[in-house]
Structure formats: C-alpha cells, structure tokens
C-alpha cells in the first residue's frame, strides 16, 4: 500500500500549524519553518490559489494520505447532491485508520494504519486488513481476540477509560471494542473543507 515517507513534521512547522498526532511535535517548542533562515524570515502572504492549496496540504498530512487517495475522496463526493465538503469530510473520518485512533486504539493514524495492515483489528467480528475500509453506522469495530494478549495492548482497556472520544463512537473499555453509532461529525477541522473542494473545482 503506498504511504507517505517525507518528513513527519516539516508541514507543521511549515504552516506554524500542529498537523501531526505526536504530542513531541517540534511545532510547540519551534514555530517557524525549518531551515536556517526559517526563524528570520516573516512568513510570506499567500494568494487565494495558496490558500486552497494550503488547506489541501493541511488535510492530506492530517490524514496521512497521496494525492491519488485524497483526490479521488474529492471526486466522489462531488458526485453527492448536497454539500460537497461535508461529504468529503465524512469518507476522511470513516476510514477505519481514522475510527481505530479517534476511539484511543492507537496513539496516532499512522499506528492505527500499522495495526490494521496487520489484522489486529476487526469489523463485526471479522478481521479486516484495509485501513481505507469505510465504517458505516452500526458497525462494532474491536481488537482481534488472538491480538489483545500481544504487549502492543497492554493496559489498553485502562487507556480507553481515559479516552474522549467523538460522539458518533461509543467505546467499551471492558471488550476493547466502538460501536459506530451515527455517520462522523468533525465541527472544527482543522482545515477548510469548502477550500479544498475550491481548489479542485478550478
């Protein structure tokens, strides 16, 4: 499966946004962009084309996805009657990586996607192996039986009582599991949607 390699953090700092799950993000202690000239130099005003592109960048490192990923999500919820941008960010946040972070199951997307990749995780009791794999309402996804002995899940049922997860997820501690209650809300992304949808309109 492709995946990005680049640089972890150089986007945060680019941006002077933090766009990364890792609470070691050098956003907090440098914000500027990296270089040797980057703490000297004022961050350059963007034109509107910037913007959107920015706010496409932003998305795509947040969920960890390429450009043929991310724009095919684009793509198919232009088809949608309705507003395009709300559908957008529903596939992001139904993606089965996604739910395995928000419910606390992983510390961050890219060891959710690593946890999926390698059958840890099931979907109605059955494993599934596909991090893009689109959760629906109703669903219960859970730790494999044969996985939650593994040291990556220790102490797990522990973390997920200190979990606060979105209300579209129920999380059950006890089983290790989330029930998918209703289609994923996000009320504060931490980019523009409708500037995404923009960009690719053009």
Known sequence: MARSIGPKHKL?????E????SPKCPLTKRNYPAGQHGQSNKRKKVSGYGKQLL???????????????FSNY??????????TS????????????????RAGLASSRAAARQMVNHGHVTVNGEKVDIPSYRV??????AVGTGSKNKKLFEGISEKLQKVEAPSWLGV???TVSVKVLNAPTL??????????IEFYSR
């Not at 945060?12 to 002077?16: L, P, T």
């Not at 933090?18 to 799950?21: E, G, I, P």
């Not at 706010?55 to 990923?69: C, F, P, S, T």
């Not at 629906?136 to 996804?141: E, L, N, S, V, Y």
């Open 172 to 174: 059950d501690s006890k």
């Open 86 to 101: 709300k559908f957008l960010l529903n596939y992001l946040e139904s993606r089965l990586d996604n739910v395995v972070y």
């Open 18 to 21: 933090k766009l990364c799950d």
């Open 12 to 16: 945060c700092r680019k941006y002077g």
């Open 74 to 83: 684009v793509v198919e919820a232009s088809k949608k009657v309705g507003d």
């Open 187 to 196: 009320e504060n992304p931490n980019f523009n949607p409708k500037a995404i």
């Open 136 to 141: 629906k309402a109703g669903q219960t996804i």
């Open 55 to 69: 706010e496409k960048q932003k998305a795509k490192r947040i969920y960890g996805l390429l450009e043929r990923q």
